[in-house]
C-alpha cells in the first residue's frame, strides 16, 4: 500500500529547464508554475503566459519567457523587485 502521508510535491529544477530545449511544452510550463494543466491553458489564451503559435492547435512556451516568470516569482518571495 503506497503511504500516503507524504503529500510533499516535487517541481523540476530551474537548472533542468535552463539546460533544456528553446520551448516547453503548455504542460510543461505547468509543471514548473505549480498549476494545473487547465490553469496554464487559461493563462495561454489570456496572454498571461507567452506562447508561440505553431499552428491553429499547437503552441509552445519560450524558455526564455517563463524562467524570467519564475526568476520573477522568485525574487518577489525574496522581498525583491519583479
Do not use: C, N, W
Not at 9 to 25: A, D, F, M, N
Not at 28 to 55: C, D, N, Q, W
Not at 62 to 82: D, R, W, Y
Amino acid at each position: 500500500m503506497p503511504d500516503l502521508t507524504d503529500t510533499t510535491k516535487t517541481y523540476p529544477s530551474l537548472e533542468r529547464l535552463r539546460q533544456g530545449p528553446p520551448t516547453v511544452s503548455i504542460e510543461t510550463s505547468a509543471e514548473y508554475l505549480g498549476v494545473s494543466r487547465a490553469f496554464a491553458y487559461s493563462m495561454a489564451k489570456t496572454g498571461r503566459l507567452p506562447v508561440i503559435h505553431l499552428s491553429a492547435k499547437r503552441k509552445r512556451v519560450p524558455t526564455s519567457k517563463l524562467l524570467k516568470m519564475l526568476e520573477g516569482e522568485t525574487a518577489q518571495a525574496a522581498g525583491g523587485a519583479a
